[in-house]
């Protein structure tokens, strides 16, 4: 870990702070919960500057950990990629809901592809460039056909399981239904999520193994 590192952290979780910050701003549950205990609703920003301080201890905690295996180190990346990446997916299916004022029907599906999508691009180039540290590579078609094959499964999986919640499930537990849209969408990222480091690590960015002479 070196400088690079830390400040990397620090951007990644500003705006990954400020994305969540704007998904709780807008649904009004955290406001909620902070409003029992007397606190401003406006707190709810203090993701902006709580989760880069989170995501640089997240960094150390990795190095400290990779003193028994050494993938510990990529996992803390990952981890706060995957986080920004999940705010991404997210944020972009609140906005698209929120700009065509749809929260029920087919078009909640497509937002749902839509965001995740614009996920997994994302995705791609801070896995590539500093989560696995792929780098320049003379096999970059070979790469990107094999990004593109598990970002297709990706996104069946988890465009299928929001589906399959939404269409199988009403809004449970007292949610609204703008709010269980949201659950089923965290469901979904997270078992897209799994779904892409087991992908990216083990059949996109498969580092080779080095011959010596």
């Known amino acids: 870990m070196n400088k690079k590192d830390i400040l990397i952290s620090i951007i990644v979780g500003f705006f990954t702070g400020a994305i969540w910050s704007w998904v709780f701003s807008r649904l009004g549950t955290f ?30 905690l990795g190095l400290w950990l990779s003193r028994f295996r050494h993938f510990f180190i990529s996992f803390s990346r990952f981890v706060m990629v995957g986080f920004l990446n999940a705010g991404i997916d997210i944020g972009v299916f609140n906005f698209l809901m929120f ?47 094999k990004f593109i094959v598990v970002t297709a499964i990706g996104l069946f999986i988890n465009v299928g399981v929001v589906s399959g919640i939404l269409y199988v499930y009403a809004p449970q537990f007292g949610f609204s239904q703008q709010a269980w849209n949201n659950v089923a969408a965290v469901a979904g990222a ?22 010596i002479a």
Not at 193 to 209: D, M, P, S, T
Request: no cysteine; charged share 10%.
């Open 99 to 145: 700009v065509a004022n749809i929260e029920v029907g087919a078009a909640v599906s497509a937002f749902k592809g839509v965001s995740f999508v614009a996920a997994v691009i994302n995705s791609y180039f801070w896995n590539k460039f500093w989560v696995f540290e792929a780098g320049a590579t003379s096999k970059t078609g070979s790469e990107f056909s």
């Open 190 to 211: 997270a078992m897209g999520l799994v779904w892409n480091f087991v992908g990216y690590r083990l059949i996109v960015f498969k580092k080779e193994a080095t011959v």
């Open 31 to 60: 406001d909620s919960a902070l409003a029992q205990f007397g606190l401003a609703p406006g707190l709810v920003w203090g993701f902006v500057v709580l989760t880069p301080i989170v995501f640089v201890m997240g960094l150390y």
